[in-house]
């Protein structure tokens, strides 16, 4: 019989719905049952894609005999970390501060007052390799609950107070200036891997907003070494077995420091910044690979990950069925060589495990293959190949695909909707603009209401209970503001503008100028969340002031503009300190330095091919965070457009920077070095 998750919007919850475990969500009344009831509650936190969760829901929470102790002596409640990311990160922080390393499954035993006062991840269902059984930690949890309560309760109280007295070493509201960007620059250099690509060694991570910083850095101060370390770090991983030969698209991160064999799950948010970062390097270079990457990756997102609602899913998982009724990470992805042979024949099998580099050995488990496409000499057939991959392709989409989450993420939609627009306009694809459409009318639709308030999460067109974080506000507002450029379609800055008010009002601290997490008037926890690392993805923190700085390049709101400079305060203290997790901040950082610079392109139509064509000129200018209004000359949507004539009745574009503007031009190769200069 389903338990008290079977209503839930979340396909990580669902997916718990049926287990003997009588599960509760995150809930007033979870706590209420607790403190009626004097239990402890056990907390787990994971997400739908993560192995080990479903390994230890398979080992542990789908046995009777475990459910049956846990349902005794526990309220044991269950939150998908992508729709709670204020609940996880809090109890991250705890785990981390008590045991030095984090991770999913996340496993924390609570006071019926949500204290913490026993942490874990995953645990076994016997002791293994020094780790206790999960029964044992049950039954350790529960002897101290019953027999030494107060000395919890102490813990728990400590725990709490240590936790609020961990404030976050903010930079003071003034954003970096030269030498913080270039200390940054230094930075990175001392961690790059110069024989490989990308930063630090194993796991090794996309480095995607690192990439946004060094390519702006570039465009601003002309650093080769900037430019040539984000090129490099792109070829490898376009080469590497993290991105999908076949299909397209990224897969988490990478195992080991070469970027062959990846963790499988492939994340909408990975693709949607890998996306539109590899269409910036395109932009910056010309670079034929970051094309073909940046259009594969956009077809890969709508191919796979666009649900019937118009918006985007949430991940793929790692694992999926090997054909005999097994779950095992990668076999959708991976091939021997008789593999190929059985598809290819014999000659064209051995063609592909040349390109590919398949070995009879393998590069990954049981003698089966990452595909890769490792540099070697020698010049292949390039319809050949066309029609090797193609058939690769076919039979692969008749393996059982990997499960996908469903849910849609309004942070992640807003990324998607950026990265997807402009690839489209860079590329000249207009369905993928329109994909991004498709993405915003839903969040518009469905996520906000009728004061502007965001939903964080929907699912099969209903929207979740719980409310936007500040990379919700922060990451849509980001997407809207892509749509209005590209489009032309003032109403997305309106929505951007709705969005970046809720910021300014309920999320920043008046006095500091520092972001929260949470709004203000969210539900407390035992503290309220602040981080300003880009992790995985941008933080809200940094989001949010690149939203902030490009709104208020288009609008000239002075309150955003003040906003965006104080919330780079903590850039400026971090940036020179550890760059690798503020990649985002220091790109925001450089537009801030830059103007950034303000475009303005007006014209009899939108139709108009003169007007097109400083259009496209504007769009595709490398100047760090260039903000860009299209429209006539009597149109009131954009305020950069106002008292902008035509010259002597032809198209014409106007350049900004500093309060300060250039005479305007009708000549697209004049507007290119006005905006390169």
Same mark, same amino acid.
């Given at each position: 019989m389903p338990n008290r998750l079977a209503h839930e919007t979340s396909p990580y919850l669902l997916q718990h719905a049926d287990n003997p475990v009588d599960w509760w969500p995150w809930s007033a009344e979870a706590f209420e049952e607790a403190r009626k009831s004097g239990k402890p509650v056990l907390l787990s936190v994971g997400y739908s894609s993560c192995h080990w969760c479903h390994v230890m829901a398979h080992e542990s929470f789908e046995d009777q005999e475990t459910a049956d102790y846990l349902n005794a002596h526990f309220v044991s409640v269950k939150v998908?970390?992508?729709?709670?990311?204020?609940?996880?990160?809090?109890?991250?922080?705890?785990?981390?501060?008590?045991?030095?390393?984090? !991770? /999913?499954?996340?496993?924390?035993?609570?006071?019926?007052?949500?204290?913490?006062?026993?942490? *874990?991840?995953?645990?076994?269902?016997?002791?293994?390799?020094?780790?206790?059984?999960?029964?044992?930690?049950?039954?350790?949890?529960?002897?101290? =609950?019953?027999?030494?309560?107060?000395?919890?309760? +102490?813990?728990?109280?400590?725990?709490?107070?240590?936790?609020? *007295?961990?404030?976050?070493?903010?930079?003071?509201?003034?954003?970096?200036?030269?030498?913080? %960007?270039?200390?940054?620059?230094?930075?990175?250099?001392?961690?790059?891997? &110069?024989?490989? !690509?990308?930063? !630090?060694?194993?796991?090794?991570?996309?480095?995607?907003?690192?990439?946004?910083?060094?390519?702006?850095?570039?465009?601003?101060?002309?650093?080769?070494?900037?430019?040539?370390?984000?090129?490099?770090?792109?070829?490898?991983?376009?080469?590497?077995?993290?991105?999908?030969?076949?299909?397209?698209?990224?897969?988490?991160?990478?195992?080991?420091?070469? =970027?062959?064999?990846?963790?499988?799950?492939?994340? %909408?948010? +990975?693709?949607?910044?890998?996306?539109?970062?590899?269409?910036?390097? /395109?932009?910056?270079?010309?670079?034929?690979?970051?094309?073909?990457?940046?259009? #594969?990756?956009?077809?890969?997102?709508?191919? #796979?990950?666009?649900?019937?609602?118009?918006?985007?899913?949430?991940?793929? +998982?790692?694992?999926?069925?090997?054909?005999?009724?097994?779950?095992? &990470? *990668?076999?959708?992805?991976? =091939?021997?060589?008789?593999?190929?042979?059985?598809?290819?024949?014999?000659?064209?099998?051995?063609?592909?495990?040349?390109?590919?580099?398949?070995?009879? #050995?393998?590069?990954?488990?049981?003698?089966?293959?990452?595909?890769?496409?490792?540099?070697?000499?020698?010049?292949?057939?390039?319809?050949?190949?066309?029609?090797?991959?193609?058939?690769?392709?076919?039979?692969?989409?008749?393996?059982?695909?990997?499960?996908?989450?469903?849910?849609?993420?309004?942070? =992640?939609?807003?990324?998607?909707?950026?990265?997807?627009? #402009?690839?489209?306009?860079?590329?000249?694809?207009? +369905?993928?603009?329109?994909?991004? %459409?498709g993405a915003a009318d839903l969040l518009v639709r469905l996520h906000l209401d009728d004061h502007a308030r965001l939903a964080r999460t929907s699912k099969d067109g209903r929207v979740g209970a719980n409310a936007g974080v500040l990379e919700d506000y922060a990451d849509v507002a980001e997407g809207f503001l892509a749509l209005a450029s590209i489009t032309g379609e003032g109403v997305w800055l309106d929505f951007a503008g709705f969005l970046l008010d809720h910021v300014l009002a309920r999320f920043t601290d008046e006095e500091s100028g520092a972001l929260y997490d949470t709004a203000a008037d969210a539900e407390q926890l035992i503290r309220r969340p602040q981080d300003p690392t880009d992790n995985a993805a941008p933080s809200g923190w940094t989001a949010a002031a690149g939203a902030l700085l490009s709104y208020a390049a288009l609008t000239g709101a002075e309150p955003h503009r003040i906003a965006a400079e104080r919330a780079l305060g903590v850039v400026k203290a971090l940036g020179p300190r550890v760059p690798r997790f503020i990649g985002w901040g220091l790109a925001v950082a450089e537009a801030n330095l830059d103007g950034p610079r303000e475009v303005a392109i007006v014209g009899p139509s939108l139709d108009d091919r003169a007007t097109k064509a400083l259009h496209r000129t504007a769009l595709l200018a490398t100047a760090p965070g260039a903000v860009v209004a299209v429209g006539t000359p009597e149109s009131d949507e954009f305020p950069l457009l106002a008292d902008r004539p035509l010259q002597q009745g032809e198209p014409a574009a106007y350049v900004c920077r500093n309060f300060t503007c250039d005479a305007p031009t009708t000549d697209p190769s004049r507007l290119k070095n006005a905006l390169s200069s």
């Open positions: 998908d970390r992508e729709e709670r990311p204020d609940v996880d990160a809090v109890y991250m922080e705890a785990v981390q501060a008590a045991t030095g390393q984090g !991770g /999913w499954p996340m496993t924390v035993f609570l006071t019926p007052d949500a204290e913490p006062f026993y942490f *874990g991840t995953y645990f076994p269902p016997a002791p293994r390799q020094g780790m206790p059984s999960f029964r044992q930690v049950l039954e350790g949890v529960r002897s101290a =609950w019953t027999d030494r309560r107060d000395e919890v309760a +102490d813990v728990a109280g400590k725990i709490v107070r240590d936790l609020a *007295g961990r404030e976050i070493s903010y930079g003071g509201p003034q954003a970096p200036g030269e030498q913080e %960007l270039a200390q940054a620059l230094l930075g990175l250099t001392r961690e790059y891997d &110069e024989q490989r !690509g990308g930063f !630090g060694g194993a796991p090794k991570f996309p480095p995607s907003m690192v990439i946004e910083f060094l390519l702006r850095h570039h465009a601003r101060t002309g650093a080769e070494g900037a430019l040539q370390m984000a090129q490099d770090t792109c070829e490898r991983m376009a080469r590497g077995g993290i991105y999908d030969q076949l299909g397209g698209g990224f897969a988490r991160y990478s195992v080991d420091r070469d =970027w062959v064999v990846p963790h499988f799950e492939k994340m %909408l948010y +990975d693709n949607a910044l890998l996306c539109r970062a590899y269409a910036h390097l /395109w932009r910056a270079t010309g670079s034929e690979l970051a094309r073909r990457v940046a259009l #594969e990756t956009a077809d890969f997102m709508v191919r #796979e990950l666009r649900t019937d609602e118009g918006g985007f899913a949430s991940a793929l +998982d790692a694992d999926s069925d090997d054909g005999t009724g097994k779950h095992v &990470e *990668g076999a959708h992805y991976v =091939w021997t060589p008789q593999q190929l042979r059985d598809v290819l024949g014999d000659d064209d099998a051995e063609l592909a495990a040349r390109y590919f580099g398949v070995t009879e #050995e393998g590069t990954f488990e049981h003698g089966a293959s990452v595909l890769q496409l490792p540099q070697q000499d020698g010049l292949f057939d390039a319809e050949r190949i066309t029609s090797v991959r193609q058939r690769l392709l076919d039979s692969r989409g008749e393996r059982p695909a990997p499960g996908r989450d469903d849910k849609i993420v309004a942070a =992640w939609n807003g990324l998607a909707v950026a990265a997807l627009a #402009e690839t489209g306009a860079y590329f000249d694809r207009p +369905d993928l603009v329109e994909a991004a %459409l």
